[in-house]
C-alpha cells in the first residue's frame, strides 16, 4: 500500500480538483432561471469522502474500523458497544 503521506497527498488533490469542478460548475450552469448551488453537491461530497476514507486505509491507519453509521443523537462519540441496532422500529 502507498505511503500515508502519499495517501494524504493524494485525497488532497482530488478534493482540490473536486471543489474547483464544484466552482466551475455552478459558474458555468447554462439554467440561470434553476442555478445550481453548493448544497446540490452534498451527496458527491458524501460519495467522495466514502472513497478518501475506507477505501484509501483508514480503517489500516487508524487501527479501528471506520463506522459509516452514525451514531443515534445524545450518545458519546467514543462509546464502544458491543451491539448496534441496525434494525428499525416496528409500527405501533
Excluded: C, K
Excluded at 53 to 78: C, H, T, W, Y
Aim: net charge negative.
Amino acid at each position: 500500500m502507498a505511503g500515508t503521506s502519499q495517501v494524504e497527498i493524494y485525497a488532497a488533490e482530488v478534493n482540490r480538483r473536486f471543489e474547483e469542478w464544484v466552482r466551475w460548475s455552478i459558474e458555468h450552469w447554462p439554467r440561470p432561471d434553476q442555478p445550481l448551488t453548493e448544497s446540490d453537491f452534498e451527496a458527491a461530497r458524501r460519495e467522495l469522502s466514502e472513497i478518501l476514507g475506507p477505501r484509501l486505509g483508514e480503517e489500516e491507519q487508524s487501527g479501528r474500523p471506520v463506522d459509516l453509521v452514525p451514531d443515534p443523537p445524545g450518545l458519546a462519540p467514543d462509546e464502544d458497544r458491543q451491539f448496534r441496532d441496525m434494525n428499525p422500529m416496528p409500527w405501533p
